[in-house]
């Protein structure tokens, strides 16, 4: 699965509850307890970059600290570095990699 696919599959959460496994976004792992009928939801951040097609997307959003504009730079964030590291993609994870080097000790 590209990430556009995953894009068009999941909708983006600044507190969802899958991430992926793989780097083909294809093995999903949930990030806390799923409700039945609860929508799935991923964080863009884990497989997009600044460079993404949708940087700079308005964002309809119920988050309280969101700017209501995606950026894409997640991977700079070092509260986001520390959440979802292993559930990005290998493209952001090499990203946060060269940012903090340590970040697999």
């Known amino acids: 699965m590209t990430a556009l696919e995953a894009c068009a599959i999941f909708n983006h959460s600044f507190t969802p ?9 294809t093995a999903h792992v949930a990030l806390r307890d799923i409700e039945e009928g609860e929508e799935l939801t991923t964080h863009y951040g884990c497989f997009e970059d ?13 988050f309280s600290n969101c700017s209501k504009i995606l950026y ?6 070092l509260e986001f570095q520390d959440q979802y590291y292993k559930y990005c993609s290998e493209y952001i994870q090499s990203k946060i990699r ?8």
């Open 17 to 25: 509850n899958l991430g992926f496994s793989d780097d083909l976004l």
């Open 50 to 62: 600044e460079h993404s097609f949708y940087n700079g997307i308005n964002y309809k959003c119920s």
């Open 72 to 77: 894409f730079d997640f991977y700079k964030n």
């Open 98 to 105: 060269k940012l903090r080097p340590d970040i697999e000790s």
